[in-house]
């Protein structure tokens, strides 16, 4: 099994899960008294963002990883023993270093939005 065909099914597999859990979370909304469906939505909220986040911190080491292999590669290049030129480490590098910069934002609005949810959590449950 390739690498890419083994992440595909690991991806459909989450994929799965989580369109299961989702359907059996909705269920449980139908249900439910509407207090408990309130908490039950901001509960799975939180566990969203948490996933959000862990997914998000996997990228940005991804891209530093991808970074220090084309730090490396430029020296390579300076001693003649690349096969990329110094344009196209150049190029590629300032790609990977925005890539980084708006991964590090998103994870930043995640965090924010995750304190929010936690602080509407707290607030709501001394309201219910």
Known sequence: MTE?????????????IILQTARMIFRRIETSPREAAIDLRMKTKVVQLDMA??????????SKRELDVLGEEIS?????E???T???????IDRKKQ????????????VAEARDQQKIMENLSGIL
């Open 4 to 16: 890419n065909t083994w992440f595909g099914y690991q991806a459909e597999r989450i994929d799965r």
């Open 53 to 62: 986040k862990k997914d998000i911190k996997g990228k940005i080491e991804k």
């Open 76 to 80: 390579k290049c300076l001693l003649g």
């Open 82 to 84: 690349s096969r990329f």
């Open 86 to 92: 110094d344009e196209m480490l150049s190029q590629t």
């Open 99 to 110: 890539e980084l910069t708006q991964l590090k934002k998103q994870q930043q609005e995640i």
